[in-house]
């Protein structure tokens, strides 16, 4: 994470003189910052970067409601997309020197909230939706370029939801979540009795499909959303079900690159704290923690990734957001609350604007 001396380093002195003095202070105490989509209040909604203490450092308008944020060290810059079937994604840069940049989806394609920024930081990688087709695609921005947009690969399947970009640098994880939409209907899911989740591999140096996996048909209804990745290069994923209300299927699993998918076992109790929906994944800082949110269950669940059981139980309503904070995790909701879990020594506050769906730690070069 951007540790204080190098959030400043990059920042320059300039930056902290245009801050008001309490933000210039949350600055010069910050030693880890995030960043988190917000609403402001009813209609208006912001992005922010936050002090682990909870401290607002910078906050940056945005036209429509924001979903997830990716950072770049390398590039300096930040950017938070909006929500499915958004158009929109604001380029913002963390340390105020720059205006934020506005990136409209091209014709024919919509954001799915999520992106990821390739290691160098040269270019920028979004999930899309050829909506007329039916497929998912990642679109690619030239981060030197303006973020003009300068092709895409295909996600060899249909809506795609988070993208990741794995260890080796060279590799992108995509969760297709398998639900076919179109903006013309908004959020509605248009396929549910077929749809088909998977989890790809594509090379990103020229969207080649290198691996595709998929759990057993019997459980096509579980929609793979969010991921990380441990220390033994295992991609971890959330799923969100949308079958049969009565029914309790496991929903966290790990897939590999050698091409082994699995849920794994999650006791009864645990299971039915998540509802039926893994909003969000973060992993700690040692990789050996997960961290699963979920806002319809109202709850934070901690697993152990040796041993995939469960060691942390945190009941947190309208949960949204978490993020490796040091020790522990950083958590948010959306009833405006900001805590520290699992170990963490964050404090709780509580804020007058919402958080939205999820927290990203700025992790440093």
């Known amino acids: 994470m951007w540790e204080r001396r190098t959030f400043l380093k990059a920042a320059g002195a300039g930056f902290v003189a245009t801050l008001l003095p309490q933000r210039a202070e949350a600055l010069e105490r910050a030693e880890l910052l995030f960043a988190t989509a917000t609403q402001e209040s009813p209609g208006r909604f912001g992005a922010r970067v936050i002090s682990e203490t909870g401290r607002l450092v910078s906050v940056v308008d945005l036209p429509v409601r924001g979903h997830d944020v990716s950072f770049s060290a390398e590039a300096g810059r930040a950017v938070v997309f909006s929500r499915r079937p958004g158009v929109y994604a604001v380029v913002f840069d963390p340390s105020g020197r720059v205006a934020p940049v506005t990136i409209t989806s091209v014709e024919g394609r919509h954001f799915f909230g999520h992106g990821t920024f390739s290691r160098d930081g040269k270019l920028l990688y979004a999930a899309e939706n050829d909506f007329a087709n039916s497929r998912g695609v990642i679109g690619i921005y030239d981060v030197s370029g303006g973020f003009g947009r300068i092709g895409e690969f295909q996600t060899f399947g249909v809506g795609p939801h988070e993208i990741i970009l794995m260890p080796d640098g060279r590799t992108l994880a995509v969760a297709n979540g ?84 699995r849920l794994i076992e999650l006791p009864a109790d645990a299971l039915g704290n998540l509802g039926n929906y893994v909003g969000g994944l973060a992993i700690s800082d040692d990789l050996e923690i997960i961290a699963a949110s979920s806002p319809v269950g109202g709850a934070i669940l901690t697993l152990d990734v040796s041993s995939a059981r469960p060691t942390s139980l945190t009941l947190l309503d309208h949960t949204c957001g978490a993020a490796p904070g040091g020790r522990g995790f950083v958590a948010t909701s959306g009833l405006g609350e900001w805590r520290g879990l699992a170990g963490s020594s964050v404090p709780k506050q509580q804020f007058d604007f919402q958080f939205d769906e999820h927290l990203r730690a700025m992790r440093r070069a």
């Open 178 to 261: 398998g639900i076919e939409t179109h903006p013309d209907y908004g959020r509605a899911e248009l396929n549910l009795d077929d749809m088909n989740p998977s989890l790809t591999f594509i090379d990103a140096r020229n969207g080649q499909l290198v691996g595709q996996l998929r759990l057993a048909a019997d459980l096509h209804k579980l929609s793979i959303r969010h991921m990380v990745v441990d220390a033994r290069n295992r991609v971890w994923f959330g799923c969100q079900f949308r079958g049969d209300k009565t029914e309790r299927p496991q929903l966290i699993g790990y897939a590999t690159l050698e091409g082994e998918i």
